[in-house]
């Protein structure tokens, strides 16, 4: 049962500090009230040793569900559009959530509002969990006195952008199970079944074929510890210093152009950033953010170095007095489509539904792209894993049929 420390007051006026069990915050509080306690401050306990320990440093280092934040802010809208109390509705929604870092984080929220600061300020407080645009947002919400519907807007956003990405894991995921399957039957074979043949191979007196020999080469390579044991420290090192140098800035920016470079899975990547850009910039202007500012959180919620250095550049341009569209045009990054719809938008006034539609329209295109892909990669995969398998039988049995004619 979870324990909550607390700092209360008793009957006569005393101060006391210790810990309750209860099922939850409410309960703790209630059993404290009926021993005629006046609470002070009531918090989970998070610390102590051993396990506890190990726990409160996995609460720390866990991420909150995208799913969970979402039903969160689409239940938050509603309770106060229907006028429900901004600390009752935060009370109830933290006893109900099944996130357990979720949960914590909307106690210390509302032990914050409760004691006069505003949602966005408490929000702000935990970067892990409520992103740049997220307590941006909800500052123009209360500013303007729509929290309800700004938070609507969120939840709205956030359901597509999470949308998005289960569509692109859920296309990837069955092409890289195949990919370890195959790795892993062909580890197996060169492992545990071809050195039986290799044995017998090499006690032949005929002359091996050339595939026969590579496979006898790469079947002692993958039995010889040193080998494993020398690629093995090599990944490891390859990979430390690479992450080590997409961490500078020019590293950054030059994987980040990679990624929207690279020959197929380059043009998905570019759709999915056009869409995330437009959609987030979409749904900051619609919920009245300045334009300066939205484009700030948009370069800072981009996680792409080329998309942040466009908006820079978008930036500078309005701050000059020119339009949006121009340097979407200049950075080579956005279709004519794009920079078109959006100089349209401009001149209407209409910039928010527009880009809105730019999102949809290539949400849709990722959806379509990612099908081709995995129809494209399924043959593709089935033909190489065909051609491997192949390799290893042919080489298996092109000895056995030498040494079949030269004893006939």
Known sequence: ????????????????K?????????????????????????????????????????????RVNEQALTVFSRQFATMINAGLAMVRCLDILSEQT?????????????????GGSTLSAALQKHPQVFSTLYHSMVKAGEMGGVLDEVLDRLAGFMEKDFALKKKVKSALTYPLVILFMAMGIVFFLVTYILPT???MFESMNVQLPFATRILITLTKAMRDPLVLGGCFIVLVAGIFFLNRYIKTPMGRRQYDSFKLNIP??????????????????????????????????????????????????????IREGESIASPLGASGMFPPMVTQMVAVGEETGNLDAMLSKIADFYDTEVEYMLASLTSMLEPIMIVGMGGIVGFIVISVFMPLYQLIGAMG
Do not use: H
Request: hydrophobic share 40%; net charge positive.
């Open 18 to 62: 210790d810990k309750i069990e209860a099922p939850n915050m409410r309960m703790a509080t209630t059993r404290l009230q009926e021993q005629k306690m006046t609470v002070i401050k009531i918090a989970p306990q998070t610390g102590g040793t051993g396990g506890t320990d190990l726990m409160g440093w996995y609460n720390n280092i866990k």
């Open 98 to 114: 099944e996130d357990k870092k979720l949960q914590q984080v909307l106690v210390q929220v509302r032990r914050d509002v409760e």
């Open 197 to 199: 043949f290799v044995s």
């Open 264 to 317: 197929v899975f380059g043009l998905l990547n570019k759709k999915v950033a056009i869409s995330r850009f437009c959609r987030t910039l979409g749904t900051l202007l619609s919920s009245g953010v300045p334009i300066m500012q939205a484009l700030e959180i948009v370069g800072k919620a981009s996680g792409n170095e080329v998309i942040a250095l466009t908006v820079s550049k978008i930036r500078e341009s």
């Open 1 to 16: 049962m979870p324990v909550f420390l607390y700092e209360a007051r008793d009957a006569d006026g005393q101060l006391k």
